[in-house]
């Protein structure tokens, strides 16, 4: 069955530092999102990306968040520079079209900013 | 925005029990509501969903209704195995899911053997 990947499963970095998180989506999926969950809270949309631009954004994802779409396949989410509040999985999800298919989620990135 | 609220966040249910999970949403033009299974260390996985032209809908051991005009949708789980533990999220979205995810805050539920 096609999945979403992630890297790293783990990150734990610096405050203050830029992390990069790698999600490669389901080949002929079209749309793309990063959602994040703070230990114990609930899934939180961060932004959406069709047709190599933002769709979508919340009010969380703040000029520190950029996405890309570099290559064809891998999506990345940079956090210029992190904080501690950025502690949180973050989730990347794909959909293949406009007509209702579902979100296929990756099993997600730890992200431990110290 | 939309606001979805989720019951309870925590069930305890006896093995070959029913489990029962609600959400509330306030968006009357969220038409997509899917419910998601998280277990520890993975990400959400989709169990059954159901749009706004659809009352119900099962698969196997697993159904959700929708009720449009209170705005809410229900999860019932039967038969219920030890694998059911997990938290299992609600979410809606307008545009049959194409658009993002506005989560319910989860219902951990415990299979007790």
């Known amino acids: 069955e096609p999945e979403v990947t992630q890297t790293p499963s783990h990150q734990v970095t610096q405050m203050g530092q830029e992390v990069i998180l790698r999600c490669v989506p389901i080949s002929n999926h079209l749309y793309f999102y990063w959602y994040r969950q703070i230990l114990g809270q609930k899934v939180e949309f961060l932004v959406s990306?069709?047709?190599?631009?933002?769709?979508?954004k919340s009010e969380i994802f703040d000029d520190q968040f950029s996405v890309e779409r570099p290559d064809g396949s891998n999506f990345t989410l940079k956090i210029r520079s992190t904080k501690l509040e950025d502690s949180a999985m973050y989730f990347c999800a794909s959909i293949w079209t406009a007509l209702g298919t579902e979100a296929f989620f990756g099993q997600g990135t730890r992200l431990t900013v110290v | 925005g939309e606001n979805v609220e989720q019951h309870p966040s925590t069930l305890s249910v006896q093995e070959g029990d029913s489990a029962v999970i609600k959400c509330t949403y306030s968006?009357?033009?969220?038409?997509?509501f899917p419910w998601y299974k998280q277990e520890l260390g993975k990400g959400p996985q989709l169990i059954i969903d159901i749009r706004s032209n659809v009352g119900e809908k099962k698969d196997q051991r697993i159904a959700v209704t929708l009720n449009k005009t209170a705005k809410h949708f229900s999860l019932h789980i039967t038969e219920t195995q030890p694998e059911d533990s997990a938290v299992y999220f609600c979410a809606a979205s307008r545009d049959f899911g194409n658009e993002k995810l506005t989560f319910g805050t989860g219902t951990r539920l415990t299979i007790i053997p």
């Open positions: 968006d009357s033009a969220s038409n997509y």
């Open positions: 990306f069709y047709n190599n631009e933002i769709s979508e």
